[in-house]
Each structure stands twice: as structure tokens, then as C-alpha cells.
């Protein structure tokens, strides 16, 4: 088992060394965020928490992430009593700076723990040895490396407002939370997801995968045998006869408890609807400032389209409302088709769930079956939800790292996702001077995940059963490694030559040509469009693959 405890370790320390290097360099808008929040929770009792608005950049998380800037903000106010000054907005001396900056590595220790569980997980499964040292390699390089923490979490440049937040260590808990499930010891996994959504309510998204599964796999017996139902294989359509009212009863209990840890003192003092207004504020509108590559991207250029060729045409008058396609936060009106409210979004969030959870539910399921629910879930609350960050594009990418390293054919989903995705993050560094960061990062994450994982020369030895595994074609055991393991269709090549044009186009030659006066937003629409069809694609894909159980040419 070292080398599930020492290779993440030492790729996390050369990703530890790169984010020291670059601390002098760091600002951010999420930095007087979080700043702002361990001036709230340190300056202020905890009943005035969630009604603090003197700077924009309220409290809108979770308690128990409240909390969390509490007992920053305790160590802080050592560092720097300004700090941690109610009133001191955009504060952004250098011992600011080097405490938040530490703060996040230091969080990001979580995540090193969770990896190194799951390594040790995966390696206690398998007979290869010399395969799961592999894997356990690129596992640590895509998840402590990922290009999507770096750029949300940490990325850093000179005098510019780029992304500061805590992703590292809540996508750690995640991870630690499935790792257990994984493992049979559904109780703790239990525990650890409810610590993550009063943490950050976004992992809502995945909720349902959760309650399915340790309902079906905890609280209903096989054949009364407690091992059987911690290891939760092969588990087929529950009985009433076999339900658990003990286990049923333990798991709600804990879940309980941690939720009234959390909210019980503004339950106490009656600010409940107060918080969760903080935590659900639906006047944002549809869609997020940098358009989300999911359906609604899709959606608004299509009511943009039809507005455009309405007006010409003399069927619809001009609109003076705001355009969806303006590049905006707020509540804005589709001028030729329906606008969406979010129940709408709701309705389809969960319609697109529901084949995923019912299969979960009706079939005979294994662990792996969880983490591919898990994953749809994501993919759904993406497309579909309301207001959505691209930075949520992360809840699919990093589960999926998971599955990647244990079958071609989601190597094949993987390699794509994250290229789309990422690359719909590019947005989020818009300054000139971060260009050649961000392209450069981005080039080396993709190009190591396209050699490392086909590298791999994938079987399904964790994920088959011994009956699956024989069934194997014996020239797919034996496939030597290549590239062509990525299992990339020619028309999904295709897809990827264009999207990366595309970005060619918006990244260096957009606006030499007199055009960006007039198409300020053309970049962002062009990317958030060409990402959709591409992580719409994947998520058909991985829906393809759990229904069916069929290998993707």
C-alpha cells in the first residue's frame, strides 16, 4: 500500500511547490469574498451572519462553511487584524494575500487524504499490481493537477481578478464520501455527504444518487447478512420483508444530527428562511454571467436566432428587454421563446435523473453502479439547472476521473468531457495577459490525459464481475497501448479539430478584425455553444453505457 499513500503525495507536493512559486502574484473577486467572510464571522455574532450586506459579497453559504471562515478568521486575526475588519473592503495587503493563498493549500490537504484512500481502494481490488501502481499515478496527476481546481482554486496572474475559493478541499470530501461507499461503510459515506452540503448546497445536485442508493444497499437486507449488505453486490429490486427499520432509523439519525449541528442555531433564532434565501436566490436568472455549456446555452442562441430572423422578417417587433445573449446576471426575458422559470428547470433537472435512479433502483446493482448514478445526477443538474456556474462542469469531471482509469469506454467519455469542459472554463481568465497560462495549462493536463489513461491498456478487472471478466474478448485483453485506446469516434475527432478552431479564433484572432466593438459577447457564445453539444454528447454517452451495459465503439 505505499505507493497509494506516496505517489499522491509526491504529485501533490510538486503541485504544492508550482502554487508556492506563484503566491506573490495572486488577486481575486473571490478573494474579497472570502475575505469579506472571516471579517462577517469573526467581526460579528452569529445571529447577524446571514443579514451582514455592507460589502456586495454576502454570506451565501452553508453554516457549517460559515463556520469553517470562523475558525480561519481566528488564526487571521494573528496574522493581521485587518483582516478580519468588517469595513475594510478590497483589503488586499501582502499578509492578506499570503494567509488566504495558504489557507486554500493548506485545505487542499483533504483532498491529498481522499485521493490516497481511494488509490489504496482501488489497489486492494485489483490482482495486477503493476496496473494499479499505474493508475494509482494518473489518478493522483488528474485530481490533484486538475485543470479546473487550478483555475477556479488557484490559478494566478499579475493585477487581475481571477478565482480564489476552497473547491480542493470540498471535492476532497466528495471524494472521501464515495471512497467509503465504495468500500461497503455506507454510514460513514453518509455522514461525510451531509458535512458536504453544509458545507456548499451545490452538491445538492448529486443528492438523489445518494438517497437511492444507501436506501436500496443499507437499509434493505439481502438475505439478513450484514456484510451482504455493506458490500451491497449485485443487490436486486428491495423487499419489503427485508427493509431495516434499525438501519433505516441509524442512517436518518446521523444524517439528522449533522444538519441540526448545522442549522440548529438559526432554526433557534428563527432565521431559517433567511438562510436559505441566502442559499437559493432565484432573482439571478437562467443563466450565469459566463454562459454554462449545458442545454439553456443552446436554448438562448436559439431564441436569439429566431429573434433575429423574426425581426427581419416583421413577425416579431424589436425587443427592449434584456438579451439573453447579452452576457449578463439577472432575470431576463427570451424575445421568441418561452422564458424558463425555475420550477421548469426543476421539473426537467429531475426528469433527466429519473432513468438513472430508477435503474439504480430496479436492477441488480454493484458500487460502481452508485458512482455512475452519481455522476448522472451531475450531468443532469448541469444541463438542466437553473442559474448554473460553469465551474459545476467539475461534479462530472472529477467522479469521472474514477471511471476513466477502469474502462475504455469511459477513458473515451472522460477524454472528451474534460476537454469540453475545460475548456468552457477558458472564459473565466478573459485578460489578454492570462492567455498563454491558461493555454498553456490546459494543453498539458489534455495531452497528459490522452496519453496517460489509453496508456493504461484498460480492463474492467475492478468494475466485472469474475462471469463479466471471462466473457471478455480475449484480443481486448490483450490490447497493447496506444492512443486509439482513447476509443474517439472519427466524428468526435472531428468534433474536437473544430472546438479547438473555434478557440483559435476567440483566444487570438476575435477583434483583429474590427468585430469586437460590435460582438462583444461572440467569444463566450461561440464557446458556451460548441462545449454544450459536446458535454450534452458525453452525457447521452454515459447515459448509453449505464442502461446498457454496452462497450462504445
Known amino acids: 500500500m505505499a505507493t497509494s499513500a506516496g505517489v499522491p503525495l509526491l504529485v501533490f507536493t510538486l503541485a504544492t511547490f508550482v502554487k508556492i512559486l506563484l503566491v506573490p502574484a495572486y488577486r481575486s473577486t473571490d478573494f474579497e469574498v472570502h475575505r469579506n467572510w472571516l471579517a462577517i464571522t469573526h467581526s460579528l455574532p452569529i445571529s447577524r451572519w446571514y443579514y451582514e450586506d455592507t460589502s456586495e459579497w454576502t454570506l451565501d453559504y452553508p453554516p457549517l462553511f460559515a463556520w469553517f471562515e470562523y475558525l480561519l478568521s481566528s488564526i487571521a486575526v494573528l496574522v493581521d487584524p485587518a483582516i478580519v475588519t468588517l469595513h475594510n473592503l478590497n483589503y488586499e495587503a501582502h499578509s492578506c494575500v499570503l494567509f488566504q493563498r495558504f489557507s486554500v493549500i493548506a485545505s487542499d490537504l483533504v483532498l491529498l487524504y481522499a485521493v490516497q484512500q481511494y488509490c489504496r481502494y482501488q489497489e486492494s481490488r485489483s490482482s495486477d499490481v503493476l496496473l494499479a501502481s499505474r493508475k494509482t499515478l494518473v489518478l493522483s496527476i488528474l485530481l490533484l493537477l486538475n485543470y479546473g481546481l487550478i483555475v477556479v482554486d488557484r490559478i494566478l496572474c499579475v493585477n487581475y481578478y481571477i478565482h480564489f475559493q476552497y473547491n480542493g478541499f ?134 436569439k436566432t429566431l429573434a433575429v430572423l423574426g425581426s427581419r422578417l416583421g413577425l416579431l417587433s424589436p425587443s427592449s428587454a434584456g438579451s439573453m445573449s447579452s452576457g449578463l446576471v439577472g432575470e431576463m426575458q427570451h424575445q421568441a421563446l418561452p422564458s424558463i422559470p425555475p420550477l421548469v428547470t426543476m421539473a426537467t433537472t429531475l426528469g433527466a435523473m429519473l432513468p438513472a435512479l430508477l435503474r439504480l433502483w430496479l436492477r441488480p446493482s454493484r458500487p460502481v453502479d452508485f458512482l455512475k448514478t452519481l455522476t448522472l445526477c451531475a450531468y443532469s443538474s448541469f444541463l438542466f439547472g437553473w442559474h448554473v456556474h460553469e465551474k459545476a462542469i467539475m461534479m462530472m469531471t472529477l467522479p469521472m476521473c474514477l471511471l476513466a482509469v477502469d474502462t475504455k469506454r469511459h477513458t473515451r467519455i472522460f477524454l472528451l468531457l474534460s476537454t469540453t469542459g475545460h475548456i468552457s472554463l477558458l472564459p473565466l481568465l478573459f485578460k489578454p495577459t492570462e492567455t ?80 469586437l466593438a460590435h460582438l462583444e459577447f461572440l467569444p463566450l457564445l461561440l464557446t458556451s455553444v460548441t462545449c454544450a453539444l459536446g458535454v450534452l454528447w458525453t452525457w447521452l454517452l454515459s447515459y448509453h453505457e449505464f442502461l446498457t451495459g454496452l462497450e462504445h465503439s
Not at 173 to 182: A, E, F, K, Q
Open 170 to 303: 470540498l471535492f476532497g470530501i466528495l471524494l472521501l464520501s464515495i471512497t467509503r461507499i465504495l468500500q461497503g461503510r455506507c454510514l460513514e459515506g453518509a455522514v461525510l455527504f451531509a458535512l458536504l452540503l453544509n458545507f456548499k448546497h451545490i452538491f445538492l445536485y448529486i443528492a438523489p444518487a445518494y438517497f437511492v442508493y444507501l436506501l436500496k444497499h443499507y437499509c434493505f437486507h439481502s438475505d439478513g447478512s450484514d456484510s451482504q449488505r455493506r458490500a451491497g453486490s449485485g443487490r436486486s429490486l428491495p423487499s419489503l420483508r427485508n427493509f431495516s427499520l434499525g438501519s433505516f432509523l441509524k442512517l436518518g439519525l446521523v444524517v439528522t444530527f449533522v444538519f441540526a449541528l448545522s442549522f440548529g442555531p438559526f432554526i433557534y433564532m428563527g432565521q431559517l428562511r433567511q438562510v436559505l434565501s441566502r442559499l437559493f436566490p432565484f432573482k439571478r436568472g437562467l443563466c450565469h454571467a459566463y454562459w454554462a455549456p449545458n442545454f439553456w446555452a443552446l436554448y438562448n442562441v436559439m431564441d
Open 436 to 515: 498563454t497560462v491558461k493555454v498553456s495549462l490546459i494543453i498539458l493536463y489534455t495531452v497528459t490525459a490522452f496519453i496517460a489513461l489509453p496508456a493504461l491498456s484498460v480492463r474492467d478487472q475492478m468494475l466485472l464481475s469474475p462471469s463479466e471478466e471471462n466473457s471478455v474478448n480475449p484480443r481486448e485483453k490483450g490490447l497493447e497501448p496506444s492512443l486509439q485506446c482513447s476509443g474517439l469516434t472519427k466524428l468526435e475527432s472531428c468534433y474536437l479539430i473544430l472546438l479547438l478552431t473555434v478557440q483559435v479564433y476567440c483566444l487570438f484572432l476575435h477583434g483583429t478584425g474590427g468585430l
